[in-house]
């Protein structure tokens, strides 16, 4: 399983630290709370249309609008973020994950708005588009980082490789729990208390994950004090 899940040459080709304890943890609160919004959104579709047929086609409909809100996003985000996303890596990691939760809830909401589930469906995709950005750049910093020892640079590449493995079986591990969960969670009530109880851990691994990383360089308000 080592040679799966860990960079060659591991303990002494990576920066040591306890980054991936709480980034393990904070991916399993994700995929967790995921599951709920998930479900949520599904209710959304079975209670807003009488007939299947037009129930699908409203579905579609919704997912093309979606996209277009996201990748939308994703360019202006890109355009305005840039250059800020690896000098400023660690808090740019803890923002993507509010902006991640930020989608979650929406979902979660969105069969009790309404006249506004649209709306709330399309500001969730909107939120993930700048999840994505911003936790792209900001992952790419702390590869670099943790690849990077005192005896030199190690492999970026099979670093991100053996990181997206384990992320993959963590989401995997978080859908199974989840699928056990939600036979157990049922009402409105328990739901919220489930789902903001996650969303509380998600981002107080999250805050610990980006409290331990020292970065061997300085961002942009350290840079200017000195």
């Given at each position: 399983l080592s040679d799966v899940f860990l960079p060659a040459g591991f303990p002494a080709t990576v920066s040591p630290g306890r980054y991936q304890i709480y980034n393990a943890?904070?991916?399993?609160?994700?995929?967790?709370?995921?599951?709920?919004?998930?479900?949520?959104?599904?209710?959304?579709?079975?209670?807003?249309?009488?007939?299947?047929?037009?129930?699908?086609?409203?579905?579609?409909?919704l997912t093309v609008l979606q996209d277009i809100f996201s990748r939308l996003t994703t360019i202006v985000a890109g355009y305005y973020l840039g250059t800020s996303l690896f000098p400023e890596a660690k808090a740019y990691r803890l923002t993507?994950?509010?902006?991640?939760?930020?989608?979650?809830?929406?979902?979660?909401?969105?069969?009790?708005?309404?006249?506004?589930?649209?709306?709330?469906?399309?500001?969730?995709?909107?939120?993930?588009?700048?999840?994505?950005?911003?936790?792209?750049?900001?992952?790419?910093?702390?590869?670099?980082?943790?690849?990077?020892?005192?005896?030199?640079?190690?492999?970026?590449?099979?670093?991100?490789?053996?990181?997206?493995?384990?992320?993959?079986?963590?989401?995997?591990?978080?859908?199974?729990?989840?699928?056990?969960?939600?036979?157990?969670?049922?009402?409105?009530?328990?739901?919220y208390v489930v789902l903001f109880a996650l969303i509380a851990l998600h981002l107080f691994c999250n805050y610990l994950a980006v409290r331990v990383v020292v970065f061997r360089s300085l961002n942009r308000q350290r840079a200017s004090i000195v």
């Open positions: 943890l904070q991916a399993f609160c994700s995929s967790l709370a995921g599951l709920i919004a998930s479900r949520a959104v599904l209710q959304g579709f079975r209670h807003g249309v009488g007939k299947a047929g037009a129930s699908a086609t409203h579905a579609i409909f993507a994950d509010i902006f991640n939760d930020a989608a979650i809830i929406l979902d979660t909401l969105s069969p009790h708005l309404g006249s506004f589930r649209v709306a709330s469906l399309c500001l969730s995709g909107a939120f993930r588009a700048l999840c994505g950005v911003v936790a792209g750049g900001s992952k790419a910093a702390l590869t670099v980082h943790f690849a990077t020892t005192a005896k030199g640079a190690g492999d970026v590449g099979d670093l991100s490789a053996k990181d997206g493995s384990k992320e993959t079986v963590l989401a995997l591990l978080g859908m199974l729990s989840g699928t056990a969960v939600m036979h157990y969670v049922h009402s409105t009530r328990a739901t």
